[in-house]
């Protein structure tokens, strides 16, 4: 008999869940190639906006009215300009001699407050050097901003606007670093999510339910395939050894065509993929977008013949139409039925000014009638025309699937020229991730197809 789960502590499931979040900050920088940090938001209402805005406008009104009085008082001003040091220090790089004599000379805070004392203070000067030195560590793309500080008159609003930038050249500079750190990341990042959903598994022993039962059903669905393309005389022997012939990598891949079809309101998702949950969502309404795009596309042009079928730039208008017209579909309020009888009339429209201008007789009444109920037939899950589209598009990601350790891209099936451009781009990204995928948890879905194999 198994021995019963060993207590697991607060604190080991507090570093356990520290673990994850490592893992997911990982992986989030190796497999979005346009991860970048970006600055904080708070919703505009809400309190703890006010509550900052609150005390911003408190120490700039301070600052202020120091720099009012007479004489000047600068308490608040060097401290602002001592941060403004640190802050361009932190820009450096251990080779920036140089500059870093030249920020500690200029911003010699003990110089400063002498001078403050003094009355011999010039902080438009100190503001003038800050503002040049910071053009000189920025990024290119932030010189537009660095020219716009030149032209501050005041300066309680200079140094707003100065720190403003600095927030900016702080982000750029975690970005580089993210960008630096990305390839040697990504030959380690395999191995250290292994790692840590091992710890997580450890805490955690039923952790594999749902990765179980996705592979089984895909182990299935491959075996019931299998025997369907059997010989019909075949015994049931031989349906057996059809559906022992099946590969862990073509189990694999088909859980993974599975995902691309997922209840994700009702079912929970596999363990192993959770962390890309959101972005094998996005693929799924991609796709979904783009089967009506070509199921539009091919009905629109077998009813216009050959006319429109090689007339530069025509497909491309009716997919920015549907597009357009199909935007927020997913959401509970979007009317399909409404949206597409709106893309029907836009695309009669459109065929019969294409027609006209290259000298083809447009549709009769009675041709637009026909071509608006096709599209509007669409809508309906039975749709012949959109389970053949559909059908085509799962092919040809399986083949993808199954070719994407090859140079070239496989074949596109009959039908799907006109979409040919935005599947290639879907199917490059979902298989980069799948690929990934198969690489960090491969050891898990191999046990686990033994026992579901052998079992088969």
Known sequence: AASPPRPVSIEELMETAKGVTNMALAHEIVVNGDFQIKP???????????????????????????????????????????????????????????????????????????????????????????????????????DEEIKK?????????????????????????????????RPKLMQQSAEYERKKFQEFLEKQPSSLDLVTRWLQEAADDLAKLRCKMLPPHCSDDGATGGASALCSTAVQNQAYLKLLKWDHVNRPFPEVVLMDQTRFQEIQLELEQLLLTGTVLLVTFSAAGSALVDMPGFAEKIKTIVKVLLTGMHLPSFNLQESLATVGEKVCAEVNSCL?????????????????????????????????????????????????????????????????????????????????????????????????????
């Open 40 to 142: 904080a938001e708070l919703p505009e209402h809400s309190l703890e906006k006010k509550v900052r805005d609150i005390v911003h406008k408190a120490f700039w009104d301070c600052l202020e009215a120091q720099l009012k009085e007479d004489p000047p008082t600068y308490d608040h001003a060097i401290k602002l300009l001592g941060e403004i040091k640190e802050n361009l220090l932190s820009f450096l790089l251990p080779g920036h001699t140089r500059l870093r004599s030249q920020i500690t000379e200029v911003l010699d805070l003990d110089l400063i407050k002498q001078e403050a004392e003094n009355g011999a203070l010039d902080i438009s000067k100190l503001v003038e050097f800050v503002i040049g030195m910071m053009g000189t560590l920025c990024a290119p793309a932030r």
């Open 356 to 456: 006209s201008q290259h000298g083809f007789t447009p549709f009769s009444a009675e041709r637009e009638t026909v071509l608006k109920g096709q599209i509007q037939a669409v809508a309906n899950p039975d749709n012949t025309i959109c389970k053949l589209i559909d059908s085509r598009i799962q092919k040809f990601l399986e083949n993808y699937l199954a070719s994407s350790h090859q140079k070239s891209l496989p074949a596109i099936p009959g039908g799907l020229g006109p979409i040919q451009r935005e599947l290639e781009e879907i199917a490059v990204k979902y298989v980069r991730l799948v690929n990934y995928n198969k690489m960090v948890f491969s050891p898990y879905y191999d046990a686990i197809l033994g026992k579901i194999l052998t079992k088969e």
């Open 149 to 181: 500080l030149k032209d501050i008159n005041g300066i309680v609003p200079l140094f707003r606007a100065i720190f403003s930038v600095l927030d900016l050249m702080k982000m750029d500079m975690a970005n580089f670093a993210v960008s630096s750190i």
